[in-house]
Every structure is written in C-alpha cells, then in structure tokens.
C-alpha cells in the first residue's frame, strides 16, 4: 500500500529507487521480533558490529596521537574501555535472548540505562560521561547500519540515502554513479545537509518526521524534491506519473541549461557575475567553469569535516592550491572555517552549548583560537601564487573583529614577504553579512575590506529569530518576507555608497525567483549552488535592469511575504517561458565565458 510521507522540499528533482538507511540517531530504532532460533545470530551481528566499533575507535586514536590532548586520549580510552565491558555486552545480549528483539533494540536500551546511570551521578566529570556513553551507541549503530546497507548498495544498485541527518562527512561514503535522492528525519531547507544536496545537484526532501521508523531499508520510494513528498511503495499508477514526470522536467532542464554558456546579463546589456559555491575540492572537478565568473563561496569547513584530523597548514595549502588550479585563472573566495551551530568537526569537541546558533561559531572561533586562524590564512596565501584569492571572514559581527582579522592577514603578508613567498596575484579579504548588527556598521567597516558577501541564510535566521534547522519553525523562514528585503537594500546601498563591490552567497541567489529583486536591488555578483547557474541565468537575460528595478519598488511597497512571492513567481515564470519559446531576444545569444568585468 502507498504511503505519502510529507517533508520539506530540499534539493530539486524526482528519484525513483530503494530507500537505504545510512545511519540515525539512537531514538529512530525500529524493532524487529527474533524467533528464538535466530538468536546466536543476532547476538553474532551485536559482536561483530562492537568489534568494528573498537577498530574505528583504535584507529583514529592512531591516526591522532600527535595532536591528542590528555583529555581527548581519555575520551577515547574511555569509550573502548565500555566497549570491552563483559557487563554492557552481556546486558545487550541478555535482552536478545530473553526479549527476543533485534539487536539494535537491545542497545538503544542498554544505553539508554547507562547514561541515565552517568547523569544521576553527583560528580560532574562522571555526568559528562554520559555524552561519551552516547557516543558509543551511536558508534555500534552506525557499524550495524552499515552491514545492513550493503545488503542494498553493494551490487552497485540505485538507492535513496535515509538518515537522520545528511552530513558532510557522508559524501565520502556516497557512492554518486548510484545514489538518486536523499531524505532525512531532520534538517530544513537552509541546513547544510540541505545546501550540501543542492550543491551535488541530488534531489532531496528533509524534515521526514521518523522516516526511519516507518520506512525499511530496501522499501521501494517515489522522492518529489520539488514538493517535499516521499511515497513508500507507490502503486503502479503513480509510478507511471512520477516516470512521465521525470521526462518532462529533463525536457525542460535539457532547454534550460542551453542558457548556461550565454552571456550572464540583463536584456538591455548590464554584467551580473554569476559565481558557485563550493562545499568540496572534489566537486570542483565537475563545475562548469566556462559558465561562471569564478568560485563566490569556497566553505572550507566542509573539506575539513570530510577528514578525520585536523588538517596541517602543508595539507590545506596543497588543497587551496587544487581549487585555485581548479578554477582555472577565476578568483576562489575562501571563506575561514565557519565550525559551530550544527557544522561540528568529530575530531574537534566542541563546548556542549544550549544555544549553538548564537554560541562559539565562525570567527569567534578562528579569534580565540588564533592558532588555527594564522594557519588557514597562511596555507591560503601560501597556496595563491600568482591566483586571485579572495578571503572571507564568517560571522563578524562588528568593526574589531574584522580589524583584528585585517591585522593578522596584514601581519602574515608581511611575514611571507620575508620569507620570499608572498602571493604575486590580486589579494582582497572581505566580510560576510550575516548577522544583522553587522549591517548597521558597515560604513564604519568598509576602509577595512575589499568587498563583502551577504549570507542570507543566517541573516534571514537571525533578523527573524527563526533556527534555519528547527522543522516545527521551518514556515516561518521565510527570505520574501518585507523586514528581509528592506535589509536586503540596506546592505546594497552601504556597499555602493563605500564603492565596495557586494555580492550575496545565501541560498536565495540562487532561487530564480530572487534574481529580478536582487538586480533591482544594486547587486551583481550572484553565488550559488552549481546546479542552479542554468536557471538564474535565464532569469538575468530574462528582464531589463529597468524592469527589475520596478519589480523591487513593487515588491518594497508591499506588506506580506504571500504577496512578494506571488508577485516575483508570476513574473519569472512568464519570462522564463518566453526565454524558453525564444520568443524573448535575450543579449547575444553566441556562447561564450564570462569574464569578469
Ligand atoms: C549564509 O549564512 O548564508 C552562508 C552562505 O553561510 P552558511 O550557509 O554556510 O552559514
Ligand atoms: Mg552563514
């Protein structure tokens, strides 16, 4: 029977395939009934997996013994210890043989009793423990999780990815000639699972409350990443709708990316600078690079969270210097690590915090930590050779920030020019706008930067008051809203008053429907997810600068997101069907690189 599942649409596009669960967390465990003869088995599968988890656990404390502080070894010691524990292990498989249960129910319960156990405790270090207990289910879930998913993956068939979560360190694992949709528990649209999906271009619906729970691994499952649904066993007649509506949309996308090598400009002829953003030095490799200006968003916290250590100054320049060979001769913008909020590194403990979003993140980070600041700096200027690198500072929040920033970078430059080493082509550092605070100073801020790049997905979180990865909120992120567009203009008229270019890099450059505001607005340099490049473009060529500014009087004027939305879908819709139809003579329609103006 079918069953229709309703979540957040994430990443757009249609996958038809199995569903496979990655991994989850310990309350998304379904329970199985084991007939008494199956018993030695499931407790086989309970110690293979435990033995896999020490391995891991083993290994990574290899891997990290020059880097590890005491209290990191301790940490690890401590999980392999309770792993080894005679007692946890027989408490597991006691509640096999006399519960008859799978066995990732009996562990989901065993730990649920220890770290109730660790919490009552009176001593703090001991209730700390119970995180690490936490852990360690996790561990012998994901070693359980993953024998069960090869059962499906393994011959190389298509899947779906289900998991909790869709995190940076999975797109190791992903085996891309094969994974056709992702779907997840939690997240929403603006959370980097979400961006991550976008930016490999594979559909995605987040937000599926207990997927997991309601739909087995190896179940067959329709994804609509369009509309945020997933059907569970479709019947043959929606499987018939959802593979005629597969071939519609390649017809249409098929047209649309015609548009991508064409000039990125207004139909009277004004430049805009389509740019990417990247999330992993191995996508570069798959950019269209003669369709856009060059890299606006290199989020290097990404590449540090696919690894297991810290990477070393020598390390990430060899990576930095990848993606400037990549971008072939374009400027890469490099935004500093932006850890925190929901982007941890597993080999970095961070503070357990109430309020992550407002907590230790982005450059409060790289400040107290100038150690790990000076070495990224360093590794990116050491890498530019001849490159134009760009710098971005994550998440500044006033003028003494970015000073002490401009400071180090200043300080560093001076130190490679002693050295010999210093970067021969075009250097800018420049601030993220992010944090709404940020925006009322930006006069005072602007002698000390280059440019400035607007992240909307955090500034629409933080202007509303509204977290970009709470579901129960999701409908009240909402980028259309009036408060957001009059901070959007704040922004551009700031940047054009202190001549300093400003583009922005939140997900709503690359919306289509955005792009006619954004230009009407004062901004041209658009950073995106690759996958959108084709679209926006078509919306560019698509209207006059004239016209875009109207649109954005129009849509200033009015008091209701409802209403901007309705106004912006209508008008994009329309001279994006003309464009299609060729009816509209769009500016040189030769192909051509951009260039940057
Ligand atoms: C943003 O906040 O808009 C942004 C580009 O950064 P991130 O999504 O990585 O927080
Ligand atoms: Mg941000």
């Known amino acids: 029977m079918a069953r229709r599942l309703r979540g957040v649409a994430a990443a757009p596009g249609i996958a038809i395939a199995p569903l496979v669960h990655f991994h989850g967390g310990m309350e998304y465990i379904p329970t199985r009934a084991v007939a008494p003869e199956e018993v030695e088995r499931e407790v086989g599968r309970l110690r293979e997996a435990i033995d896999h988890a020490a391995g891991g656990i083993h290994k990574l404390r290899a891997e990290m013994t020059t880097v590890l502080s005491d209290r990191d070894a301790m940490i690890f010691d401590a999980q392999l210890a ?45 209730r700390e423990r119970a995180a690490d207990v936490r852990d360690v289910g996790r561990q012998v879930l994901g070693a359980l999780m993953e024998r069960e998913r090869k059962v499906y993956t393994a011959g190389g068939q298509d899947y779906i990815f289900a998991a909790d979560e ?46 997991l729970i309601k739909v087995q691994s190896g179940t067959q499952v329709a994804l609509d990443g369009d509309n945020g649904v997933v059907v569970a066993e479709p019947g043959e007649e929606e499987l018939v709708r959802y593979r005629q509506l597969v071939a519609e949309r390649q017809d249409v996308e098929r047209k649309v990316r015609e548009a991508r090598f064409q000039p990125a400009a207004t139909s009277d002829g004004v430049s805009v600078e389509l740019l990417v953003n990247v999330e992993s030095v191995r996508d570069l490799g798959q950019i269209e690079l003669d369709a856009v200006a060059g890299i606006g968003l290199f989020r290097t916290e990404f590449a540090f969270m696919e690894r297991r250590t810290f ?63 000076y070495t990224q700096i360093r590794a990116i200027l050491r890498a530019a050779g001849e490159h134009h690198v760009r710098i971005l500072l994550p998440m500044v929040s006033g003028y003494d920030e970015v000073r002490r920033c401009r400071e180090a970078v200043d300080q560093i430059l001076e130190d490679l020019h002693a050295a010999g080493q210093r970067p021969r082509g075009k250097v800018e550092l420049g601030a993220m706008v992010e944090i709404p605070a940020f925006v ?26 509204v977290d970009r990865d709470n579901p129960r909120v999701a409908g009240l992120y909402d980028p259309f809203q009036p408060a957001i567009l009059r901070i959007l203009r704040q922004i551009a008229n700031a940047a ?43 919306a560019v060529r698509g209207f006059s600068l004239g016209e875009c500014r109207e649109m954005a009087d129009a849509a200033l004027a009015m008091t209701s997101a409802a209403a901007i939305r309705g106004l912006l879908r209508e008008r994009v819709r329309a001279a994006s069907a003309a464009m299609l139809a060729g009816s509209l003579p769009g500016p040189g329609r030769e192909r051509m690189s951009e260039g940057r103006p």
């Open 311 to 373: 990477p070393t100054e020598e390390e990430q320049r060899a990576m930095y210097k990848n993606a400037l060979e990549a971008a072939r001769g374009k400027p890469v913008t490099f935004r500093t690590l932006d850890v925190g909020g929901e982007k941890v590194l597993s080999y970095f403990r961070m503070p357990e915090e109430r309020n992550p979003q407002l907590g230790w993140r982005g450059i409060r980070i790289g400040l107290d930590w100038p150690d790990l600041f």
């Open 166 to 211: 869709f995190l940076p360190s999975d797109t190791g694992i992903l085996d891309r000639r094969h994974i056709r949709g992702i779907v997840t528990a939690r997240g929403g649209k603006y959370s980097h699972g979400a961006i991550l999906a976008r930016s490999l271009g594979i559909p995605a619906v987040v937000a599926v409350e207990d997927v």
């Open 82 to 126: 309770l792993l080894n524990d005679r007692t946890f292990q027989a408490a597991m498989e006691r509640v096999v043989r006399d519960q008859l249960v799978n066995c990732e129910v009996a562990l989901q319960r065993v730990i649920a009793e220890y770290e109730k156990a660790f919490e009552a405790m009176q001593d703090a270090a001991m």
């Open 440 to 465: 009322h100073v930006m006069d005072q801020v602007l002698p000390l930067v280059d440019f400035f790049s607007v992240g909307t997905n955090d500034l629409v979180q933080y202007s509303l008051a």
């Open 496 to 538: 054009a008053a202190g001549g300093k270019p400003v583009a922005v890099c939140g997900e709503i450059a690359g919306d289509h429907h955005f792009t006619p505001l954004l230009l009407g607005l004062g901004y041209r340099q658009l950073s995106m997810a690759p996958v959108f490049v084709p679209r926006v473009k078509l």
